[in-house]
């Protein structure tokens, strides 16, 4: 709710302006009448009845002198308000020449006054001549058409007494609080100049200024006195009885007005403009004074709501407004439509005549005095006038300061506005003072008028006249002429005198930036002056393009744009951003393809490159090149451009071929000939694409590749596939690889309870939540996993039986293979047909996608022949689909989404008004604003439950249930929330009440897409982009992300059809409306990562050599579309000999930069792996990341150190660093205990590094995203810390071993290392009981769990021994028993150690690690660490798990001398304080003895 407080002089109609602010009259109205005024006010009518217009002025100046004198006699000061700013003047002399007639001047003498010689001082230094001269007179005038300065300074000697008298318009009685005692309104006519002609002062202005009569504190009474001529007493003292009420004005800006609602979203058609138009004070009005309004009794009487009257004045206003481009009104629907011009207007306040005038004159080529002709045109200048006395300055202006032609000469109101624009830009001094405030009035609103006819410009596609425009918006910006020198937006440091040899000498940037200091001295005849000019073009804004070309399809090219900034940043220049408008225009027609704003911060500009990427179109026949140009934003002459050129430049190949969907009979489930197949269906028959392959995929080996439009049952041809397996060779297992987790999760849940059960077949999930035990993959006949899972697994097949055993691999969603994971599902199914080939037992590949643009060249790549390859049209889903892309055009991302709300609220109305809507945004908080706007309108149309569907008492108990606090909000109006943020409880109550239609709308985030099968009969896309917290800009999300929202669009048990709503940016709406019906071609993006599955397949064995790697490349997807669309990956030479250097010289570039990174070692012909590179394989980590570790990590680095290595790794660069996320990471390092780097708080590691030390403190953290967040670091830490106690122990060095051991168990249980105490492992521990243990010198949970239960008590004094009993169950107690045994192997001695562990507490069945604040399930696993602590040498270190006993043994190192401070070290993975330490010392002496 918002609150109104109006506050008024006393008003005749006051219960109709409470009315329109909607006041409770019995609560909210106070009125008082002139009665309660804090000084009375004596009030003087005078008429003049004299006929002749000079002597009426005469006489009118006569009386107002008179009753000035008459208040200045009795000490009080005076306030004379006449009706024009010349007037001002004209009166204040003609009251000081009646003082000299009269010889009254010593009543207007302000000698006596202290402050005056200090004061005259500043008078004396304004340019306002009238002000000095009228100051000695104790005389002042104040009009707006003064300086502020000035204004400012009239106000205080006013107020201070210096004045006497000051004569002013109305604007000093609305805008500054200056009473006098005596008030005189001098006349009570006004030039209007819209009307043309006279009109009486209003009644508003008379109470204002009589308000201003009497100073409080000061004066007992106040006199107001209003002189008039003889026929105006009447109506003035109507006013004074208060029975003239005042009027509405709405009516002559209905226009604008209507448009900005329009611009806004709040007004979509006339029902809602004439509802918004209720709430007016114009509608209050007009019922009760319709003949002001222009409507006859007739009309009343015919309506008296006039509500057709209003819907009249809103039609009007909308037909003007459609014909001047505005907006769209679709007359028989009602409907209004924005436009880029109306949305425009509305942002730069263009008044709607203005924008007829553009209309009519704006075309794409304009030279300078045409555009300065057009802008002097404006309806926001139409006050302007000219005047005799400004003619011989204007003439000298025109002559000395304006470089453009002036249309119409100095003597058209026109040209007087053309030289008042052209003098701003100049610089120019002005002496007449009327041209000094028409200038000021003009420059306040060029810039924005400038603004708005670029973007008018830019949104035609007009690439000239934008850029032209451009120039000149910079101009009035900066006040400097486009040919004027660039540097002279330096003009405030460097001399003028210098700038002005450089304009001289025609030294443009170009030239300046390859000549040296001297040189430039020289030139300018000033030898430091070189130094200078060197320095501040280091200054200047310049940045370098370069652009790749990829083509995508025969008609869209890829464009991807590096931004290199060459230019030293300043605050003071620069400021915190500098943004760019991007621009890619054709040669030949002029006309812009793609334009958007880049905004450089500081750091971006001291970083590296910055990259773009976007998609352009190209036409048959091809343009010889296109352009793209970087035009700053605020600098005049700083731009870039980069030339692509199309000579050589070979698109792919236009071939799409779909499979023809045949007209078959649909066959029954009978079909599969078993009986427990039959009971897994619930259905009878097949669906015509199933019935079509169910051949090929039941009862034959064939590979098959199947694109299908989302929803058309591709999951159960899955199935059909499965079941012939299980048929045929039951011992083979089935692989189904899902690119998402979600994806993973749903299909688990499903076959769990319709397959696995019914079957008796055994299934294991492989996902980062869990990886299953080596018996649990060796039983399991279904394995599902995601990409990176069975990579990690396969790349050591040789020695896995179970991936050898793999009969058949499903990849769902295979057309994810150009995303951002593709490489990776690549990479598997490249080793899968590879290992099919070298163990000769067939691997089934079954393939599914949406509808694919090249699915030829995915078959070939899966081994499918042409008889299992599918390609169905995006059009035969089983529920037709009907799709409305509608596009906005806001520039910035956060009002756009704002503007998206209404529109989305009345698709639903229209299109799904009681079935289910899922509405996809893009971030969660995105899904709680959506949807509090959503009920929103849905309580302005008075139906706020309408989304819900269960009744009160269900509806409570659900709530009860809810614990995140807005879901519980927005499902009380049947409106729920789905994002990653939400609990899985939470989640999961949500998807029940969605799908059994409790509540009708869910607003969700566009992983639910994939995960969670939720269709509906509405889909509404709201936004097609996402802010990437790498890039830190708003980036598109793939088109294949899009298709799959869609595909939710359509129930097939409920629905005849589907409906999908996309909300787009305007200028992308083009591109969405092309692949959404065109099938979009899969790339491969294997080439940008081939790094580190290069590293794997070395360290696994299968790459020695090359031409092993070149041969490895031709197994993958990348290698068949090198042929078909060369260009996309920087190919020239399609020849075989081409492409054979190509794969030589990528195969070489990967090798050398493995080898920098320290991860293989090369030699003439072979390649073999280091250890680093081995850790990195096994661990599934980036080359890059272990590089790193190997070249920071030492023998001595110190936890801290530690926790900055383990930040940086690579695995976090995806971090999420959300818009405001610096500010909470701020308030984090004020209460970590490691220091960040401040300079990079929106640095995804440092992020990284704060989570750590928030989870290691206990800290609350800011946001319900950072819980998320902080679940993914901890996720990810395990593999990486376990790598980097691999590097350690593989470099002998047992102090940095340790002590990453002891990271990783803080990361276990979110404790500190020493500085805090293990006991707080013991969820029970508090400070109290704590305290009592130290005391007794006990300080790890060890130490506990040694003490016998019945002891316990005595030990931590009254606190319940049971609660401690409990929790010390958890902790496992091992006791650890050591041999040493001599052997003697090939001759040699050595000695083994033989260990023994035992878990003592035999109670703790099982080896789950007990660890509340990790957010995983993991096992407890031991370290066994044999080195020496006095020389800090590790010598061996074994990682062993176990559950109740285990043996093993250790192997001593050969050759070592003395056995002096060796000893076996056993540490915990996840308990602190668990480190058990025994000497090797003392066993050798035994074995000796």
């Known amino acids: 709710m918002i609150r109104i407080v109006g506050l008024s002089a006393t008003l005749p109609n006051y219960l109709e302006v409470a009315q329109f602010l909607r006041v409770n009259p019995e609560m909210g109205l106070f009125f008082f009448d002139s009665s309660y005024r804090p000084i009375p006010l004596a009030q003087q009518y005078i008429g003049i009845s004299e006929p002749n217009f000079a002597a009426r002025n005469e006489l009118l100046s006569e009386i107002c002198y008179k009753k000035v004198v008459d208040s200045l006699r009795q000490g009080h000061q005076a306030m004379v308000f006449v009706h024009s700013r010349k007037d001002t003047v004209k009166t204040a ?119 201003r009569a009497g100073r409080p504190q000061f004066d007992r009474s106040g006199e107001g006195i209003i002189i008039t001529s003889h026929d105006k007493l009447a109506y003035y003292l109507r006013l004074l009885t208060s029975q003239l009420p ?138 302007i006038v000219v005047r005799d006395e400004e003619q011989n300055e204007l003439e000298t202006l025109v002559q000395t300061l304006c470089p453009v032609e002036v249309k119409g000469g100095p003597s058209n109101k026109h040209g007087k506005i053309s030289i008042l624009i052209q003098l701003y830009i100049s610089r120019g001094w002005i002496d007449t003072f009327s041209l000094v405030s028409d200038a000021a009035y003009i420059s306040a609103s060029l810039a924005r008028i400038m603004r708005a006819l670029f973007e008018t410009c830019l949104r035609r596609g007009w690439c000239e006249m934008s850029l032209f425009m451009l120039e000149y918006c910079k101009a009035v910006d900066r006040q400097i002429w486009p040919h004027q020198h660039p540097l002279r937006q330096f003009d405030k440091e460097l001399p003028a005198e210098i700038l002005r040899k450089l304009e001289e000498r025609g030294a443009d940037l170009d030239r300046l930036q390859e000549m040296e200091e001297k040189d430039i001295g020289a030139l300018i005849r000033y030898t430091p002056g070189g130094r200078l000019v060197k320095q501040y073009l280091g200054y200047f804004p310049s940045i370098q393009l370069s652009a790749t070309v990829s083509p995508i399809t025969r008609t869209v090219l890829k464009i991807g744009l590096a931004i290199t900034p060459e230019f030293t940043w300043k605050d003071r220049f620069h400021g915190a951003a500098q943004r760019w408008w991007i621009i890619v225009q054709d040669s030949e027609s002029d006309h812009i393809y793609h334009s958007e704003l880049f905004t450089l911060t500081k750091r971006m500009a001291r970083g590296e490159t910055q990259k773009l990427s976007f998609t352009v179109p190209i036409f048959e026949p091809h343009p010889p090149q296109y352009y793209i140009r970087a035009v700053s934003d605020s600098w005049l002459h700083a731009e870039a451009f980069y030339c692509i050129s199309f000579n050589n430049l070979a698109l792919p190949q236009a071939r799409t071929s779909h499979t023809e969907l045949l007209d078959l009979k649909p066959l029954p489930v009978t079909a599969l000939g078993n009986n427990i197949y039959e009971a897994l269906y619930n259905f009878s028959h097949f669906n015509p694409i199933q019935t079509q392959i169910f051949h090929i995929l039941y009862h034959t080996e064939n590979n098959v590749l199947l694109g299908a439009p989302t929803g058309s049952g591709k999951t159960i041809s899955a199935e059909l596939a499965m079941l012939h397996l299980f048929n045929t060779q039951s011992d083979m297992k089935v692989v189904y690889i899902a690119p998402l987790k979600a994806i993973v999760r749903e299909r688990m849940n499903d076959w769990k309870d319709r397959l696995v059960s019914q079957l008796g077949k055994e299934m294991v999930e492989m996902t980062g939540d869990y990886t299953p035990d080596l018996m649990a993959l060796l039983s399991a006949d279904i394995i599902i ?67 694919l643009a090249n699915a030829g060249d995915l078959a070939d790549w899966l081994g499918v022949g042409e008889i299992g390859l599918f390609n169905f049209k995006p059009s035969v889903r089983p529920v037709p689909l009907e799709v409305h892309i509608q596009g906005y055009p806001g520039k910035f991302y956060c009002p756009r989404m704002n503007s998206m709300n209404k529109p989305a609220y009345a698709a639903i109305c229209t299109h799904s008004p009681t ?39 269900d509806l409570q108990m659900v709530l009860s249930q809810v614990t995140d606090q807005n879901l519980r909000q927005t499902l009380q109006f049947g409106i729920g929330l789905h994002h990653a943020g939400l609990n899985d409880k939470d989640r999961s109550l949500v998807e029940e009440l969605f799908a059994n239609n409790k509540i009708q709308v869910l607003v969700c985030t566009s992983t639910l897409a994939w995960g969670v099968n939720l269709p509906a009969h509405l889909v509404i896309i709201k936004g097609t982009e996402y802010y990437d917290g790498k890039t830190k800009r708003y980036v598109d999300f793939p088109i294949t992300d899009i298709l799959q929202m869609m595909g939710r669009a359509g129930r097939p048990q409920y629905d005849q059809h589907g409906k999908a709503v996309i909300l787009v940016h305007e200028p992308k709406k083009s591109f969405y409306k092309k692949f959404l019906y065109e099938p979009f071609p899969v790339e491969s993006s294997l080439r940008d990562q081939l790094h580190d599955h290069f590293n794997a397949e070395i360290v696994s064995g299968t790459i020695f050599h090359k031409e092993d790697a070149v041969h490895y490349l031709s197994w993958t ?57 081995t850790i990195a394989s096994q661990y599934y980590l980036s080359y890059v990341t272990v590089s790193m570790f190997g070249s920071n990590i030492g023998p001595d680095t110190s936890l801290e ?15 999420p660093v959300r818009h405001n996320e610096d500010n909470h990471n701020e308030a984090l390092t004020q209460r970590v205990r490691f220091a960040v780097d401040n300079n990079r708080l929106d640095d995804p590691h440092v992020k990284a590094n704060l989570l750590f030390q928030a989870h290691f403190s206990r800290l609350d953290l800011p946001i319900s995203d950072y819980v998320t967040d902080l679940k993914s670091v901890l996720d990810q830490s395990i593999r990486i810390i376990q790598a980097m106690i691999d590097i350690c122990a593989n470099s002998g060095w047992l102090s940095s071993s340790i002590t990453c051991m002891h990271l990783l168990q803080m990361v276990m249980q979110g404790l500190w290392f020493e500085q805090d105490s293990a006991l707080w492992m013991l969820p029970c521990m508090n400070n109290d009981l704590l305290g009592t243990l130290r005391a007794r010198g006990i300080s790890t949970v060890q130490q506990l769990l040694d003490i016998p239960k019945e002891n316990l008590q005595t030990v931590i004094g009254n606190f319940p021994v049971s609660r401690l009993h409990q929790d010390l169950q958890r902790f496992p107690r091992i006791q650890v028993k050591l041999r040493l045994q001599r052997r003697d192997i090939d001759g040699e001695n050595s000695l083994t150690l033989n260990i023994r562990m035992d878990k003592m507490n035999s109670w703790k069945n099982t080896s789950r690690a007990f660890a509340l604040r990790f957010p995983k399930i993991k096992d407890e696993a031991w370290w066994l660490v044999l080195g020496n602590t006095n020389t800090s040498e590790l010598y061996a270190l074994k990682r062993i798990s176990f559950s109740d006993r285990l043996n093993t043994h250790m192997e001593l190192p050969s050759g070592i001398t003395t056995f002096q401070g060796m000893k076996l070290v056993v540490v915990s993975d996840c308990y602190l304080g668990f480190e058990q330490e025994h000497s090797i010392e003392a066993l050798v002496e035994q074995l000796v003895i």
């Open 1201 to 1215: 150190v530690f926790l900055h290595i383990l930040s940086g790794a690579s695995e976090y660069d995806e971090l």
């Open 915 to 953: 079935k289910p809507v899922l509405i996809f945004v893009s971030s969660r908080r995105q899904t709680r604003l959506t949807a509090l706007d959503l009920i929103q309108f849905a309580a302005s149309d008075e139906t706020p439950r309408q989304f819900l569907g269960m009744p009160e008492e």
């Open 1117 to 1173: 997807y990348l290698f068949r579309r090198l042929a078909i669309n060369p260009a996309y990956y920087g190919l020239e030479d399609t020849e075989a000999e081409g492409l054979s250097s190509y794969l030589s010289r990528l195969v070489q570039n990967t090798f050398e930069d493995l080898e920098d990174s320290g991860c293989v070692k090369m030699t003439e012909d072979s390649v073999e792996p280091t250890m680093l590179g």
């Open 246 to 383: 005042i009027e509405s004005q709405f009516i002559s800006s209905l226009k604008d007005n209507l448009n900005a609602e329009v611009a806004l979203g709040t007004v979509t058609n006339v029902k809602e403009a004439c509802a918004w138009l209720g709430y007016t004070y114009l509608s209050i009005r007009m019922k009760l004074n319709p003949l002001a309004y222009g409507i006859g009794w007739d009309e009343v009487i015919a309506d008296p709501s006039l509500s057709l009257k209003q819907r009249a004045l809103v039609t009007d206003a909308a037909r003007a407004l459609d014909k001047a481009k505005m907006m769209r009104f679709d007359e028989k629907s009602g409907n209004f439509y924005c436009t880029e011009l109306g949305r425009i207007a509305s942002h730069f306040y263009i008044q709607y005549s203005s924008v007829e005038t553009y209309n009519e004159m704006l075309r794409r080529h304009m030279n300078d005095s045409e555009v300065i002709e057009m802008v002097s045109h404006s309806s926001e200048f139409e006050n």
């Open 785 to 851: 996993s995601t990409p990176e899972k069975w990579d990690g697994i396969s790349r050591n097949w040789q020695s896995r039986n179970y991936v050898k055993k793999v009969g058949l691999m499903i990849l769902d969603e295979i057309h994810l293979l150009g995303a951002e994971r593709g490489p990776i599902l690549e990479v598997i199914v490249s080793r899968m047909r590879y290992i099919s080939s070298q163990t000769e037992r067939a691997v089934r590949f079954i393939g599914l996608s949406t509808a």
């Open 93 to 211: 002399q003609k009251l000081v020449d009646l003082a000299r007639r009269y010889e009254d001047l010593e009543v207007f003498n302000n000698d006596t006054h202290p402050q005056l010689s200090l004061i005259k001082k500043d008078v004396m230094k304004s340019r306002n001549k009238d002000l000095i001269e009228l100051f000695g007179l104790a005389v002042g005038v104040h009009h707006a058409g003064m300086l502020r300065s000035d204004r400012g300074l009239t106000e205080r000697l006013f107020s201070e007494g210096l004045l006497k008298v000051l004569v002013c318009t109305a604007t000093l009685a609305w805008g500054v609080n200056l009473p006098a005692h005596t008030v005189v309104i001098k006349g009570t006519q006004l030039y209007d100049p819209k009307a043309g002609g006279w009109r009486d002062l209003g009644m508003l202005d008379v109470m204002q200024i009589f308000g």
